[in-house]
């Protein structure tokens, strides 16, 4: 028997804004309505991004929304559990150091998520070595979206060599997330479609570092007037905690709550997302 586990990963760069709480309320439905845990991970990795006090004010946030987390972790303690995959990544002879720079990547073939690395530093290793890149050769990781349906890109021509440890000596987004991802025992993962195609690179890690795929699904994005996703940077306004936002929350992710439901307080909200939440309201429509 497996026991299920959510969690949400939020980037302590603000306050939580509307976007952000698709995810955590998306995730939090899902694992609490099998009766599983929810684990909150503080995505602090990276310290360009951090904008001091969002930890404090995204945990009273949750809080006051009523969305209680079983267990609270933060990616900056688990370096030495990053270094460890990287060198299993070594030993499995799927890496290399990359040597170019920005102008040099720059002028490769664009990608959906920015220049597709044509593998200069493959066979030709220079010095200094900045980045380390994983080899993407070969690989077309087959997995299940819940909402997308069945994924098989060819990781190497769609997207590229990626780097998996940075030149700053930062561990990469995609290879953290797998390693805590599995640290926590996380077996659902809902957040934004943003984060498609790193679904794919994370599933391509997990089969070389011989890890199970979880059960994914990748939720609507929430965006501004302009169709511009919603995020931190691009100066989305912070959630006002209360049943209101929640009942919006839930609207957008298509559960259809009643009108008078905004005029209850959070804990009475979440209950009625409990005994109603349904992922398939999110499956496109066929026919
Ligand atoms: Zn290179």
Redesign the pocket.
Known sequence: MTSVVGRFAPTPSGPLHFGSLVAALASWLEAKKQKGLWVLRIDDLDPLRIESGSVDSILACLEVLGLEWDQLTYQSTRQEAYQAALEQLWQAERLYG???SRKQLAQAPQGPEGPIYPG??RHTPRQPQLATRFLTKGLMPAWEDQLWGTRRINLEKELGDFVVWRADGVCSYHLATVIDDQIEGVTEILRGSDLLLSADRQVALRQILGLPTPKYAHLPLATDFKGQKLSKQSGAMPVKPGGAVLVETLAFLKQNPPANLKLAGPKEVLNWGLAHWSLDQLKPKRG
């Open positions: 990359c040597s170019c200069t530093c």
